[in-house]
């Protein structure tokens, strides 16, 4: 009898990060956001559409994207085509891109992909805490991952008191 094992691991084909964590006001308007998707498939890329979808956690789209061209004024694509919308809410989008390619027809390993949210198209949410994109990769070759792309702070403070709070009463020198 022979026994064999069936590799059964899928290789992730990008390792997604974003370029700066800033910090930003409750249900304001947010700085631009640029998420990098680098190229780790050794075959590099080809120039077929792929399909993916970006969800906005603690966020929302100050005004959400309607059609493909207006998904290309306020989300710019560097080393790839923003190639159609699918469906926007206002906490997501979903849309297809091709890869650029150069003269050997490959996007090469290494590269990297970048969309880059234009500057006040995403309003942060009222919770303190992180804003995350979730990058779904749905049809296509980006792996599925939960980013953090701004934290949300207040200005308050809290100040918690533990024990008995002792109160005294006036002195005189008299």
Request: proline share 4%; glycine share 4%.
């Given at each position: 009898?022979v026994?064999?094992?069936?590799?059964?691991?899928?290789?992730?084909?990008?390792?997604?990060?974003?370029?700066?964590?800033?910090?930003?006001?409750?249900?304001?308007?947010m700085?631009?956001?640029?998420?990098?998707?680098?190229?780790?498939?050794?075959?590099?890329?080809?120039?077929?559409?792929?399909?993916?979808?970006?969800?906005?956690?603690?966020?929302?789209?100050?005004?959400?994207?309607?059609?493909?061209?207006?998904?290309?004024?306020?989300?710019?694509?560097?080393?790839?085509?923003?190639?159609g919308?699918?469906?926007?809410?206002?906490?997501?989008?979903?849309?297809?891109?091709?890869?650029?390619?150069?003269?050997?027809?490959?996007?090469?390993?290494?590269?990297?992909?970048?969309?880059?949210?234009?500057?006040?198209?995403?309003?942060?949410?009222?919770?303190?805490?992180?804003?995350?994109?979730?990058?779904?990769?749905?049809?296509?070759?980006?792996?599925?991952?939960?980013?953090?792309?701004?934290?949300?702070?207040?200005?308050?403070?809290?100040?918690?008191?533990?024990?008995?709070?002792?109160?005294?009463?006036?002195?005189?020198?008299?």
């Open positions: 009898m026994v064999t094992l069936a590799p059964t691991m899928a290789f992730a084909t990008t390792t997604n990060t974003v370029s700066s964590v800033p910090t930003v006001a409750s249900s304001e308007k700085p631009a956001v640029t998420l990098d998707l680098e190229v780790k498939d050794p075959t590099g890329w080809d120039a077929t559409e792929q399909t993916i979808k970006f969800n906005l956690k603690n966020a929302e789209w100050d005004s959400k994207p309607s059609t493909t061209d207006v998904l290309k004024n306020i989300m710019t694509a560097e080393n790839a085509e923003i190639t919308l699918i469906s926007a809410s206002d906490n997501s989008v979903e849309f297809t891109f091709k890869p650029t390619v150069g003269d050997d027809k490959k996007l090469a390993k290494g590269k990297v992909i970048s969309f880059a949210i234009k500057k006040d198209a995403l309003k942060s949410g009222s919770e303190n805490g992180p804003v995350e994109i979730s990058i779904d990769g749905l049809d296509s070759k980006v792996t599925s991952s939960t980013l953090t792309v701004a934290n949300v702070a207040s200005s308050s403070t809290v100040a918690t008191v533990n024990g008995s709070v002792k109160s005294y009463g006036r002195v005189s020198n008299q």
